[in-house]
């Protein structure tokens, strides 16, 4: 399974593969700005693709409207934000967000749910 991680953070984005790279059906492609990731996903979209919400230059959500009309059934956008904003999650959910992950302690455990479609398993709204 291809995920594309778009995290300016790059402590944050080592700690985010390197923990979900225990599982080895997942394999990584980092870009620390929307505008790197939505260069390399011109041609092809990940199977997964975990968009940072605040983002320098472009935002995550605009990266996300840039390539919503491409995606398809096999494609699946995780948005995560530091924000636990009611708000922000309903923003995105009228965009067509369907995952939302706060980054928080339980941020891998929440992602892994979302990745293996098990998030009614897991509450992953604080």
């Known amino acids: 399974m291809t995920i594309y991680l778009v995290e300016d953070d790059t402590i944050y984005a080592e700690f985010i593969t390197k923990s979900l790279s225990k599982n080895p ?3 990584f492609k980092t870009f620390e700005s929307a505008e790197e990731g939505l260069k390399a996903i011109e041609g092809l979209l990940p199977e997964i ?3 940072d919400y605040k983002l320098p230059g472009m935002s995550g959500i605009d990266l996300y409207e840039k390539i919503k009309g491409r995606l398809t059934e096999r494609n699946k956008v995780v948005m995560m934000s530091s924000l636990d904003d009611g708000n922000l999650v309903l923003n995105f959910i009228q965009r067509g ?5 706060i980054k928080d302690e339980n941020v891998i455990e929440s992602l892994e749910a979302v990745l293996n479609d098990n998030e009614d398993d897991y509450y992953l709204f604080n």
Do not use: E, G
């Open 25 to 27: 059906a997942y394999s």
């Open 49 to 51: 693709l975990i968009i």
């Open 97 to 101: 967000v369907r995952d939302y992950v």
